[in-house]
């Protein structure tokens, strides 16, 4: 059986997509646990952005290790620099800037849930950037019903009052940095190839990741041990890995086909974080999930052209 069989075999994409999911979704509690074990508080940023740093440094160089085991040239091509920069700032710099703060004032469920409207952002951006890609009356629904799954998900204990603090505010900026650099990597991807693309922008984002870490508290403040090293190797592989067999899914097959999947991600993070952070699955949380899943669900189902709105 060649690659290309796999991924294009029903049980193939579903072990593969399934697999990336998982693994995108145990990133949320797994970065809490690290925390913890490194004693990284939510004030201490300069940790956090060093630790995340360490994260996507140790991911891009798996990424080309793995390939140039393979024999794939993955030698750095100085004319695509100007691009990886972009896509770095965006896709991973801007991006984890925010959620690794984000997330240290949130929750892991909360978090997991939060970053499945990365879709949201980007089909907004799609509307003015992209002339057969507009907003829809079906994915203005959308957007609407997944809001207000992320109100839910945020509604304290049951209480009938909207509490909406600064970590959900950075996590939804982080997703607004993540949707658009994922624009910058689908126009990039046209004069590179995908995964030379991430490796590099992974390396490239890291260093200003390490560089404001080390600023602020030197290259190695942490104390590691087997436990949070062994955390820090698989929040890296997951980010590695996952991209791999989705990057597979995605070249073998219809984006329509395939995107379904996507929404298993905050669901294994809210599964996952529920398990080892040992975090309430209140039923708010729960009507915020579904919601949010529907939203999604509504927003990437095909619109009938007579339902397209005019871009203004």
């Known amino acids: 059986m060649t690659t290309k069989d796999f991924f294009t075999h029903p049980l193939g994409i579903a072990v593969s997509a399934a697999g990336a999911t ?13 925390y913890n074990s490194l004693d990284i508080k939510p004030e201490e940023m300069g940790e956090q952005m060093l630790f995340a740093g360490y994260r996507f440094l140790l991911a891009g160089l798996l990424i080309l290790i793995m390939f140039l085991l393979l024999k794939r040239n993955m030698k750095f091509r100085p004319e695509t620099t100007k691009s990886l920069l972009k896509i770095g700032l965006f896709q991973t710099f801007l991006q984890y800037v925010l959620f690794y703060i984000g997330l240290s004032y949130s929750t892991g469920i909360q978090g997991s849930i939060i970053a499945g409207t990365t879709s949201f952002f980007q089909i907004l951006l799609a509307h003015f950037l ?22 839910f998900a945020n509604w304290p204990n049951g209480d009938y009052e909207i509490s909406f603090g600064i970590g959900e505010i950075l996590l939804m900026g982080a997703m607004m940095a993540g949707a658009y650099g994922n624009i910058l990597a689908k126009q990039g991807s046209g004069k590179m190839e995908v995964i030379y693309l991430t490796a590099y922008q992974m390396i490239l984002g890291s260093l200003g990741l390490i560089a404001i870490g080390a600023f602020s508290v030197g290259l190695a403040p ?12 698989y929040l890296s592989f997951l980010s590695a890995a996952g991209f791999i067999l989705w990057n597979n899914v995605m070249k073998y097959n219809q984006v329509g086909k395939v995107s379904l999947y996507l929404f298993l991600v905050p669901v294994f993070g809210v599964i996952l974080s529920a398990i080892l952070l040992d975090e309430l699955l209140h039923y708010f949380v729960i009507a915020g999930l579904i919601l ?20 203004k």
């Open 22 to 34: 998982l693994l995108w979704g145990s990133a949320f509690p797994f970065i809490k646990l690290s």
């Open 130 to 151: 992209y002339p057969d890609d507009r907003m829809s009356r079906l994915k203005v629904a959308g957007l609407m019903v997944g809001f207000t799954g992320v109100i």
């Open 222 to 233: 942490f104390d590691f041990n087997l436990k949070s090293g062994l955390m820090l190797l």
């Open 292 to 311: 949010v899943v529907v939203g999604i669900v509504l927003v990437n189902r095909p619109a009938r052209k007579r339902n397209s709105l005019p871009a």
